[in-house]
């Protein structure tokens, strides 16, 4: 079964300045997606960006992009800028892209919180 | 992106009621919706699976009897939770993929069982 391991439960950044968010998986898959959602405090999950595991080009989306190491199972999400609005709970995700086995296997998440 | 709702938003209902879940995809097609449970301070767990007009996938140690899960047609999934108790006070959480193999979630439901 795969696992995700994000392993900073807290996470804290100036307004403006950029941070990095670890995520670490475990599967002996060879082709998956891996996904960031934010959870605001109004507890809607929302996609941040998306990676499919075949492309080697790291996925950005404005302010965010990845950093994929596919050898090390490594997944982190940067923020760049950041804003208040990015105050959240980030989860980090992964999907098999196995048929009946398409289910998102979650970290437990990081809480990222925006000193101004 | 995607659109997915879920009415209502929190229900508040009596120990031994049923209480009904609806997640709608509205403005695209979803053959597979997801229904989640998330613990205060903690991550989401999956329920169950469901595709559109077969019977749900339900994860371990989920009972089925007791969270019945509807899937009649592609934009509308319900989550039932039969012979509610307070240890069934939660927040629930539903999701659907679109075809582009990306799930989008509503807006969740929090349940509180007197």
């Known amino acids: 079964a795969q696992t995700v391991t994000q392993s900073q439960p807290e996470m804290s950044v100036q307004e403006a300045e950029t941070v990095t968010l670890s995520c670490t998986y475990d599967t002996s898959e060879s082709d998956y997606y891996l996904f960031w959602y934010k959870q605001p405090p109004s507890r809607q999950m929302i996609l941040v960006i998306r990676q499919e595991a075949y492309k080697q080009q790291n996925a950005t989306e404005n302010r965010f992009s990845v950093n994929f190491q596919k050898a090390a199972k490594s997944f982190s999400l940067k923020i760049s800028d950041s804003q208040l609005g990015d105050a959240a709970m980030y989860f980090c995700a992964y999907r098999s892209v196995i048929f009946g086995n398409e289910k998102l296997t979650f970290g437990t998440g990081t809480r990222l919180t925006i000193i101004p | 992106g995607a659109v997915v709702s879920q009415h209502p938003s929190w229900v508040i209902c009596k120990s031994g009621t049923s209480v009904k879940i609806e997640c709608r995809s509205l403005?695209?097609?979803?053959?597979?919706m997801f229904w989640y449970r998330q613990f205060p301070k903690q991550s989401l767990m999956l329920m169950a699976t469901?595709?559109?007009?077969?019977?749900?996938?339900?994860e371990q140690g989920v009972e089925k009897d007791k969270f019945l899960i509807n899937h009649a047609s592609l934009t509308l999934s319900t989550l039932t939770v039969t012979s509610a108790h307070p240890e069934d006070s939660s927040f629930y959480i539903c999701?659907?993929?679109?075809?582009?193999?990306?799930?989008?979630f509503g807006p969740g439901t929090r349940l509180l069982v007197l």
């Open positions: 403005d695209f097609q979803a053959t597979t």
């Open positions: 999701s659907a993929r679109s075809s582009l193999e990306t799930q989008y």
């Open positions: 469901s595709n559109e007009g077969s019977k749900a996938t339900y």
